[in-house]
């Protein structure tokens, strides 16, 4: 099958801007990727918190010493290198804020993704993209759609397993006219969405405007780019609960109390809580942030940023609203050096350690 076998027409209504076929021609950009398990230290400056710089309190050890703790086993995305060859490791920036998050993947409206998925977890998983162009072979979620049996091993990778995906990127996967020069989406493993995405399966698909990439796909207009997960990570329901009640050394261990179900809610931001996760820039840069949610009715964040004002479609904030699954991205320039608090502004989850910092240095 060919490329453009693999990509239907452009059906969003823009006028002279319409084609019969999106395009899509042009650099492929080509990842491996590995569902991997890890253990997780959610607050690894245990037991200095570093936001007071002074110990945990008893109502914050809540989350990060009784129950199983602050160290989970979970599942993760991790990049290698071609043939799943070797782990490449993150940047030192990279390292420093994305946390749980998995790799970062970037296009170009009018490219193609191909994403080669391998499973070396104990339970089933997937890759399913929001926003770009796919397949019912490359959608990467299971359910009643009339697809053959033989047509669904997107939808479910077994352990052990591999596939790979195909993804097109036409202009309605881009940013639209009022948006800046490049954008997020989530993806995120879709078998049973609760479970994987709570054991950890989700990361980040940057797309930027035609005409507007690096080689690397990322915006030439902008200097730095950061994203950031607000999730309220329930360990109570991922996949490796069983296995995680295992490590369950302090005070009730029991899955049906309630306050060992509230241990097991961590406000995290990429998986890391009370300012185990830094963003760093330089005054004057031009920086993008991409912020997303994901989770339930309580995965309802307002994230803020002191000392800095951003701008999203024409308004100026210093805070924004988003909701599960929902992204927004934002632009600003800092104008002032110093080390900055950045939270989420909803009082339970900050009390429960949603919060982290940003630097700007001087030069």
């Not at 990361?203 to 730095?224: E, H, L, Q, V």
């Not at 599960?324 to 632009?331: G, Q």
Request: glycine share 8%; charged share 25%.
């Amino acid at each position: 099958m060919s490329l453009t076998d693999l990509v239907a027409a452009d059906g969003e209504d823009r006028g002279a801007e319409s084609k019969s076929v999106p395009e899509f021609v042009g650099n492929i950009r080509e990842y491996w990727i590995a569902a991997d398990e890890v253990m997780w230290d959610y607050a690894p400056s245990f037991p200095i918190n570093l936001m007071s710089g002074e110990e945990f309190t008893d109502d914050q050890k809540v989350f990060v010493e009784e129950g199983i703790g602050r160290t989970y086993l979970k599942s993760v995305y991790r990049e290698y290198t071609p043939g799943f060859g070797a782990l490449i490791e993150r940047s030192e920036e990279e390292n420093a804020y994305l946390g749980l998050l998995g790799p970062i993947i970037r296009a170009e409206v009018g490219e193609t993704i191909i994403v080669h998925f391998k499973n070396n977890t104990r339970f089933p998983a997937s890759i399913h993209p929001h926003g770009v162009f796919y397949t019912k072979t490359s959608e990467g979620a299971r359910y009643n759609d009339g697809t053959e049996e033989s047509g669904k091993a997107d939808d479910t990778v077994f352990p052990g397993s591999s596939y790979t995906y195909v993804w097109s990127v036409p202009r309605r996967a881009g940013p639209a006219k009022r948006d800046p020069s490049s954008i997020m989406w989530p993806y995120h493993s879709h078998v049973h969405t609760t479970a994987d995405t709570n054991a950890g399966l989700i990361g980040a698909i940057i797309i930027t405007r035609k005409g507007m990439a690096n080689a690397d796909g990322s915006p030439r207009d902008i200097d730095r780019e950061f994203v950031s997960l607000f999730n309220v990570y329930d360990e109570n329901v991922s996949n490796y609960l069983d296995v995680n009640l295992g490590n369950c050394t302090s005070g009730i261990c029991d899955p049906d109390d309630e306050d060992f179900q509230e241990s097991n809610l961590m406000h995290g931001i990429n998986g890391l809580l009370w300012g185990n996760n830094t963003y760093t820039m330089n005054k004057g840069e031009r920086v993008r942030w991409h912020v997303f949610a994901m989770g339930t009715e309580v995965d309802l964040h307002t994230p803020h940023w002191h000392g800095a004002t951003l701008k999203h479609n024409g308004n100026r904030v210093d805070v924004t609203e988003i909701l599960p699954a929902a992204s927004k991205s934002l632009t600003f320039r800092p104008d002032i050096a110093g080390t900055w608090m950045y939270h989420c502004h909803v009082n339970d989850h900050l009390d429960a350690g949603m919060m982290t910092v940003f630097t700007v240095l001087e030069n």
